[in-house]
């Protein structure tokens, strides 16, 4: 069907589309609720979503390789027919999925483990697509390769030589999703409004909006999908880069009674306290911040430093300046250990130069809690640590001049927002010790000054990190055990809290236990998420106080615990940790400055991480790891959490798309600083979209 003789049927068919593109699929030909069920676990449930659930992918069928020419270490595709399949039990009694497909040239063996779905899913004859790396066991094989079922005589199983990749669910197909959106085009596909102007277009060669969704979903080459999906993730990344256009713009324009000028009184003599000097980065960072505070705009800058790179220091000579101008300065801290500890380790050097410094968490006790309250109303409490408890309603401030957020990532928007709405235009310093890469940092916090702190203490030994295999762990806890004799203290890091039947992983619980046995003459603790604050707390102490000798942990200790003894950690499972994480938890030993080893217990199967582990043993650089992690991962494992504030991108892919960044962040940023509310006539279509894409924003410009 010709352009033209779809746009007419597309036009034919305006009736009965009162929903337009916000339509629930299920109405559409062909899909009902038990497909539209399937569609909803990849997260499409309106045709609006569907149109944009664009492929991960694309497979070029005239460059599949036949059978007989596949090579061991190949990433390939191959089509042929099923000639067996069956389920097959193996020596240690579990099963796996084998299926044997051949072509005109030969035959390979594909097998999948732990997935008793497939075994009734492959039948003599079908025809069977297959991506995925080949290995030799007795003959070329696939491992756990993808795999569509082509649909013999269906219309798509032939029609292209171009084959879309979506993701997917089990019982959703490519065909299913293939015949979803060309009905969704054939009857929607005018509703989709063009979003980008006709000089941004020619600038960048883009195809106009129909022309691209045209091109991913059904294309004729690769080249005019990888365009049309260009288009749109730079479309997706504009309009966010926009968002933070404004958000710069309005932050600058905000003023504030007055400015916070330091007088030295307080942060003289905190330098004189402290038993080490500042480094030339601590130094360079602080002067941006002292010079952010004496300006009457408000401060929002991002603090972002490496493992160790002494971030806390910088914030609390921030906080010291709020108070020489007799404001009152707050830190909230994301786990009441973090926040504990931020207060336990400065509190008696606060003291010591005149400070009034308080801890406000969950366990505060009543009475306590009222007498800080107080405190913080009167003014007589000039400095708070906390957790989300400095949120709540009840707690106010006379004068809350600075809010520092330390891992602002694990806190949400609204949270950031409550704590900033208790003073009058406060200073914002945001604080992350998780690394981040360039690409992310634009994205999230690109209305934010930044600041960077690479830079480690002098005296500071990098840990080693070494990879052993778990035949090799009784030597391991021989030599943990001649490091504990000399009085060392050491990590054991474990993914999960209790057993599960379904992931063959340590447990902490089950750690616990064998760290007992393995070591009877050492003082072991045990600590994980699901415990009491107040209990987490208690033995954390303890361990401080070198009255354990060992730590069975989960990732509770990834960010901010200081253990000055601590000099081993090992981590069982290491693959199931993202770099950025392994760089967190390996940044809790050898902060004394005491020589440090992390050792990773690795699964010898888990090959597809060796690379990735590798990597991460051969460099202490959290950016470079970052950058990695971002690679392999993306960027919500990355941050960790759903709160992370990322964009809502459905077509862009931060990893991948970072000059589509640049590009969008620089014509944003041009074009709100040429019409700063976009009145021109010929930026109106730009400010409609906007307004339907990121409708009440703006009212929380300031905390991302």
Not at 19 to 38: F, M, N, S, V
Not at 92 to 121: H, Q, T, Y
Not at 211 to 227: G, K, M, N, Y
Request: glycine share 8%; hydrophobic share 40%.
């Amino acid at each position: 069907m010709t352009n033209r003789a779809k746009s007419e049927a597309r036009s034919q068919n305006a009736e009965g589309r009162s929903g337009g593109l916000d339509t629930r699929i299920q109405y559409l030909k062909g899909i009902g609720p038990k497909r539209a069920a399937l569609f909803a676990k990849v997260g499409v449930e309106t045709v609006g979503q569907l149109l944009f659930h664009v492929p991960v992918r694309y497979i070029d069928r005239s460059k599949t390789l036949p059978i007989r020419h596949i090579r061991p270490g190949d990433e390939v595709t191959v089509f042929g027919k099923v000639v067996t399949a069956g389920e097959r039990r193996m020596r240690n009694f579990r099963k796996m999925v084998a299926c044997v497909v051949g072509d005109s040239s030969g035959m390979v063996e594909a097998i999948w483990f732990n997935r008793p779905d497939l075994a009734e899913r492959f039948e003599a004859g079908q025809e069977l697509m297959l991506s995925g790396k080949v290995t030799e066991y007795r003959g070329k094989q696939f491992v756990n390769p993808s795999f569509e079922i082509l649909e013999p005589g269906g219309e798509f199983s032939r029609a292209n030589a171009i084959i879309p990749v979506y993701p997917l669910t089990e019982g959703l197909s490519v065909w299913t999703i293939r015949r979803a959106v060309s009905a969704a085009l054939e009857k929607y596909g005018d509703l989709v409004a063009e979003s980008l102007s006709r000089e941004i277009r020619q600038h960048y060669s883009f195809p106009d909006v129909m022309a691209a969704l045209e091109a991913i979903h059904f294309p004729t080459d690769v080249r005019s999908a990888e365009r049309g999906r260009s288009r749109l993730a730079y479309e997706e990344l504009f309009y966010f880069e926009l968002v933070l256009a404004l958000r710069r713009r309005q932050n600058a324009l905000e003023k504030k009674g007055s400015s916070l000028s330091g007088t030295g009184r307080l942060t003289g003599a905190f330098r004189q306290a402290l038993a080490f000097r500042l480094t030339a980065g601590q130094e360079r960072v602080v002067a941006e911040i002292v010079k952010d505070m004496a300006e009457e705009r408000c401060m929002n800058r991002l603090l972002q430093g490496d493992v160790g790179s002494g971030k806390t220091v910088v914030a609390l000579y921030a906080m010291l300046v709020a108070c020489e101008s007799g404001a009152q300065a707050a830190m909230m801290a994301p786990t009441e250990i973090l926040a504990s500890q931020h207060y336990a380790g400065w509190a008696k050097k606060l003291d010591s130069i005149g400070v009034s410094a308080r801890l406000l968490t969950g366990s505060t006790r009543p009475a306590e809690r009222r007498e800080i309250l107080s405190g913080l109303v009167s003014g007589a409490v000039q400095m708070i640590f906390g957790t989300h408890a400095l949120i709540e309603e009840g707690v106010k401030f006379a004068r809350l001049g600075l809010v520092v957020v330390d891992e602002q990532h694990r806190f949400g928007v609204l949270q950031r927002a409550a704590l900033l709405s208790k003073g009058l235009n406060p200073d914002f310093l945001v604080m992350t010790a998780t690394p981040i890469p360039r690409t992310l940092t634009l994205t999230l916090y690109g209305d934010l000054d930044v600041s960077l702190l690479k830079e480690k203490p002098e005296g500071r030994i990098p840990p080693v990190t070494r990879i052993v295999t778990e035949e090799k762990r009784a030597r391991v806890y021989e030599y943990i055990e001649q490091q504990l004799a000399k009085g060392e203290q050491a990590f054991v890091v474990c993914p999960l809290i209790e057993e599960s039947e379904k992931l063959d992983l340590a447990s902490a619980t089950k750690t616990f236990n064998e760290v007992c046995r393995a070591f009877p003459a050492r003082r072991a603790g045990l600590v994980h998420g699901r415990m009491k604050p107040e209990d987490r707390d208690k033995v954390m102490e303890r361990l401080r106080n070198r009255e354990l000798d060992i730590l069975v942990s989960t990732t509770v200790i990834e960010v901010g615990v200081d253990v000055p003894g601590a000099s081993i950690m090992l981590i069982e499972h290491p693959e199931r940790f993202g770099l950025a994480q392994l760089h967190q938890l390996r940044g809790r030993i050898g902060r004394a400055g005491q020589r440090s080893i992390c050792i990773l217990v690795t699964n010898p199967q888990a090959a597809e991480s060796s690379e990735r582990l590798a990597f991460f043993a051969s460099t202490t650089d959290g950016f470079a790891l970052a950058e990695k992690d971002m690679e392999t991962r993306g960027p919500g494992e990355i941050l960790g959490t759903r709160q992370h504030g990322l964009p809502d991108l459905r077509v862009a892919d931060l990893s991948r798309d970072r000059a589509l960044l640049d590009d969008a962040r620089k014509d944003a940023f041009r074009l709100i600083e040429i019409d700063p509310e976009l009145t021109r006539i010929e930026n109106e279509r730009v400010r409609k979209t906007l307004l339907s894409r990121y409708r009440g924003r703006a009212r929380l410009s300031r905390v991302g």
